[in-house]
């Protein structure tokens, strides 16, 4: 019995291979490498001293999807293929729904047809839209604010319709609060193709002097130093989620939302400043006015993750300033053409 990981050689997707393969799983791994590397595999065989099956193809390729299914015994899927840079979604949205709803809607076509009904699924805090109030919990109302958000509650939305078609089928939608990061062996790390949008990526083009100064989106907030905080969450902690949600779905029936986050917000000074102490180095930054479409705050209610997966995050702040860095200094030599 086989995990099948679409999206496998991604940021958090790698992750996961590691923390799978290293509790005992057998996996299948599907990826395109739109927004990844064929190193990564590489560097999950050698981080865990384990092998795996893997396929390069893509989501709207059906046929090789069929084949995935037909050539290997796959028990349930952990689904992240899609893109997720919310300003190209603003830009492509026909590429977005394209590739993140269509890309979807095959992959459970082909998952009815070989009677595989346990799933879960990458989505995001993005989908409580602008928060009323924090911590967010589960229940909250959703809405979103661009076509990547909107394709990952439709998905939600395809998946509880799916459920109540079925009720055979196990799903998990695990929403992820801000993941940065990177494994501690420093053989992976966040490696965004083109110029990266989120703070930790920004951070560390800025430490490694890419950037001449990061930039601050606000420092008008109401919040604890006036600049936006989040709910920053170690992507091992996130992979380890994972781990916990694949052994969940054999205990449960239906449909089911869970933030992975660690409940704790920092805000962007904050993170600068852990980030500079641990690592010893300067991230010189400067203000600017707020970003559109950002919010003062936003970090998760982690009580049903801990009551309904057993989960918590362990690893701190200071640990993802640190493992962030240590990935992107090995990272820098090692390169695709080996
Ligand atoms: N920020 C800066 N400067 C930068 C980049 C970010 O000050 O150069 C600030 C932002 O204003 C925000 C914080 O850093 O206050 C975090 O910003 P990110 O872009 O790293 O993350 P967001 O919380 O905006 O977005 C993330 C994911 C989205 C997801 C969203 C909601 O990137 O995909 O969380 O979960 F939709």
New binding site residues.
């Given amino acids: 019995m086989s995990i099948l990981v679409t999206g496998g050689t991604g940021f958090i997707g790698s992750h996961t291979c590691v923390e799978l393969l290293e509790a005992g799983y057998d996996l299948v791994v599907f990826d395109n490498f739109y927004n990844s590397k064929p190193s990564v595999l590489d560097s999950i065989v050698d981080i865990t001293g384990k092998g795996f099956k893997f396929y390069h193809s893509d989501m709207n390729d059906i046929g090789d999807l069929e084949k995935i299914f037909s050539d290997n015994d796959i028990d349930c899927v952990i689904h992240f293929a899609g893109f ?1 840079a ?1 300003g190209e979604s603003v830009e492509k949205p026909l590429m977005y729904y394209s590739n993140n709803i269509t890309g979807t809607l095959n992959l459970l076509n082909v998952m009815k047809d070989h009677n595989v009904k346990k799933l879960v699924f990458s989505s ?3 989908v409580y839209g602008v928060p009323k109030k924090v911590p967010l919990t589960e229940d909250m109302p959703l809405s979103v604010t661009n076509p ?2 909107r394709t990952k509650l439709m998905i939600e939305d395809i998946l509880r319709d799916l459920c109540v078609s079925d009720p055979e089928w196990s799903v998990l939608l695990l929403r992820y ?2 993941p940065v990061g990177g494994h501690k062996s420093g053989l992976l790390c966040e490696d965004p193709n083109g110029i990266p ?4 990526p ?1 951070i560390l083009d800025t430490a490694f002097g890419i950037q001449e100064k ?5 420092n008008d907030y109401d919040t604890v130093d006036g ?2 905080v ?1 709910d920053y969450i170690h992507v091992t902690d996130l992979a380890k989620g994972h781990v916990n949600a694949a052994r969940k779905l054999d205990a449960f029936r239906g449909i089911e939302a869970v933030n992975l986050g660690t409940g704790r917000g920092y805000s ?1 000074l904050e993170l600068i400043k852990t980030f500079e102490r641990v690592n010893n180095v300067s991230v010189p930054f400067e203000f600017a006015p707020r ?1 559109p479409g ?1 919010v003062a705050e ?1 970090y998760a209610d982690t009580k049903k993750a801990y009551d309904f997966l057993g989960w918590k995050a362990e690893l701190g702040i200071e640990d993802m300033c640190r493992d962030s860095y240590v990935a992107r200094v090995n990272h820098s030599g090692r390169s695709d053409e080996e």
């Fill in positions: 997720k919310v995001s805090a993005t990547y958000g609060f801000n949008n989120n703070l930790m920004r990061l930039t601050v989106f606000g600049t936006g989040r962007v970003r950002d936003c």
